[in-house]
């Protein structure tokens, strides 16, 4: 990567879309000249964010393809989606501490059980209402994320959003998880996803929703408590954060090493009820008395620093661990450019990764900039996800009910946020081009096309399409057709009029990027 | 190695099977053909909590917050035999241990070591682990065996196919062979299936020209229609297999009209709790193959046994309500297929097991062996089989869990070769990797 000055920038300058701010420049390789600016346009939209949209399309079209790119990796000074901000007016909740959120639901349980004298009566009281205040909030997290994706401006932020949280993945609706997985999402994952990798891996292992997921919040030394109760180890987050957050299955460790890392990472707790005089705002509390302090070899290396400092340092260990650079950088070409990305290019991403720190950012830069990036479409069938957000985008609507999205999700396999297993989803051809989710991806193209995509959600029976619902079928030809080959083209042609969008919405180089 | 002796031996018997007409007596079940239908417990079932050691010592000192008690206790196990005994949450299953048509493989499993629950099902639904790149090249990555075992069957006779209940294709099932993939989850009336296919039939299919030269596309896409077609056809001409009246109580909580099943299908939607799906499920399955003699091989898959956490006991906890859940599946299962059951085998795997230990969370993490279920008409039941390593040091699998002593394997290859039919070459293609052959399980396949 080079950092150029000089005109492009002056001109993006005196446009004012940029500001002041110094900008991150990438330059983009000669591989990228084989393309018309058109060409590159819609590769760009594809592959850095979920296609194109009208919005997205004009801001490409006014920028060039180079201050866009550089605009995406610097999210932070493009504002959120209008529709986000409308969200968040009404329900700021998920822009709040952790603790604060969780303290809130406690009061809101409390509330509801005032004046029941009935201790069995209030209990139930309390419960329903704190389930219902969480699944609300979880609805919310699950149209936030949605609304971000379709209409937000940030596209690769929006799509590195969702890589990050998939790979620190958590199961969405469950108990009190449901609550804060929104402020999760918002607040640990986002913010760090072009920072550096150690700091968005302690901000997950600080999360009171990753403790409790992946069980650390209840590991401890071994003790007997006062009504004798037996407490100890448990190393499930030990060995996933090893497995899958660092190293990967193949990274060298051993049985001893997650037992060793459990040991350093007792005491890390989370106190949703503000009970603790420790807690720190983010809900995250380390328990001196629950720590085992003696010192541990993991990796062979010797770690006997005192209290929290101890898993720090081994967590930052594995994360700067050239398996760690190994495996991101794998994953990430696998995420943005194929199933099986060129070796040469994973090297030079890791190579980046260990040069750097592991600032994302940077590994993202060569990534863009490389030829790699910039050879052929095709190589990546879309995920459900990625499916489902795209041709929404392409179909130029503002969806009245972003929660109706979720049928067709969960009906593909790919219910949002509910992915049981600490491994997320998988991002590859084998596991999404099946029977089912074909067919499902052309049931939801036709009921998009025809402005019903509502219908698919028989939770929301008697909601009515409304009319910003129906798409017009020249902004999706003039979205979607750049990409077609003149065969497809041709066969969308001779159906019937009204046929042609939901076969564009299932074309075969729409469900391939 | 191979144990080719084994399988001569097996061979032999067929054939001399073949010539005096074993399956002869019966017209009706000699035009059935047999059936496979494998239940993947996805998340490590505590094999422990499913047959219980409750007699050994080490259990019982290993386990003092979730160990099951003895029979005849409080909320004792039902008694299997001597040693073990079975979680009282499968008490719908025990009429079928007596009766002798169902039996466990104590202390099988995968012989890798791998305490990863991606890594181990995805060995355990490849049937090997791709260990050299030779394996790897030869079968890629996404076959699983029980799509080879399919081919084999589809090549025998060209209307057999396979079924994956659920909703997505599994690994097990992925490959060249036929599959069907429908979510049987929600009940579908026979009016209603009918509607569905007619209406199918007036559409005119622009998409499969959309996909004319998408070979990949096409196949699913034609996959899916045909596959859709033949499932509800079927639906819409099977008769609701009789119940028990008390087993509709299982059934209700997928009864969408209800308003507790309300709740809990928002659950199941998102992934959750999938075990609570399964009776429906079962109830399905059993309609399509007492319908459909051409599904042969079937499979679906439950979640959520991964008990860390709040395993529970004999009345509380997750474990004792997704085997209940289980259970009644299967109990309906059972029910529906009648006369098929004498050809039908069920198998419930997992990929491995859990520690012998409680952990500090009332909950078990990621241990090796565990318990293999075989249920049908051919399995002679009634027995606990496998070596049965015990839980005392010496005996435990890094001396902290129970050692796998049967590869899982060696229990599908027996049922392939002596319920099926399949061959030595035949076998080899399935499980292209040696494996330790079984011991003990001599008995447990009937004629």
Known sequence: MTIRTTTRRALVLVLGLLGSVPGWAVDLPAAAQQWSV??????????????????????????????????????????????????????????????????????????????????????LAVRTATNQQSRQLFMLAQKLRLTEAISSPRQLEARLTEFWFNHFNVFGPLGSIQATLGQYERQVIRPRVLGRFEDLLLATARSPIMLTYLNNEKSSRAYVDARGTAHGLNENYAREVMELHTLGVQGGYTQQDVTALAHVLTGWRQDGLGKYQDTRPDGFLFSAALHDPAPQVVLGQRFDQPGEAQGEAALRMLARHPATAQHLSQQLAEFFLADDPPPALVRRMSQRWLATQGDLREVMTVLISSPEFWQQRGQKFKTPYRYLVSTVRASGIQPSNPAALLAPLNAMGMPLYGRLTPDGYPQDKSAWLNPVGLQTRVNFAQTLARGRYIWHAAELQGATPQPEDQPDPATVSRLIDPLLSPQTLQRIQQAPAAQQMALRLAAPEWLYD | MWNRRYWLRSMAGLVTGTALGWSAPVSAQATRPARLVVIFLRGAVDGLSVVVPHGDADYRQARPGIGLAAPGQPDGVLPLDRQFGLHPALAPLYPLWQQGSLAFVQAVGSPGPSRSHFEAQQFMELGFEPVTALLRQRLGRNEGWLNRWMTDLHRQQPSATALAAGRSLPLILQGPAPVINYDLGRIIQADKAAALVASQNRQQDWFAQLYQNHPELLAAYQNARQGQQRVLSELAEAPAPAMEATMTPALSSTDPRSAAAAQEKQMADHGAAPANGFPATAYQLARLMTQDPGLQVLFTDLGDWDTHIGQGNARRGRLQGNLGALARGLQLLVQGLGEDYARTTVVVMSEFGRTLHENGTGGTDHGHGNVMWLLGGGIRGGSVYGDWPGLGREGLYQQRDLAVTTDYRAVLALLAARQFGLNDAQLQRIFPQPFQPARGLDRLWRG
């Open chain 1, 38 to 123: 058109p060409q590159q346009q819609w590769l760009v939209l594809n592959r850095l964010g979920y296609g194109p949209s009208p919005d997205s399309v004009a801001r490409i079209q006014q920028l060039g393809v180079s201050a866009y790119i550089d605009q995406q990796l610097q999210p932070q000074q493009l504002p959120e989606a209008r529709q986000t901000r409308q969200l968040l007016a009404t329900q700021p909740w998920l822009d709040w501490p952790a603790a604060r959120i969780m303290a809130r639901l406690y009061q809101t349980g409390q509330a509801a059980g005032e004046g029941i004298s009935d201790p069995q009566a209030r209990q």
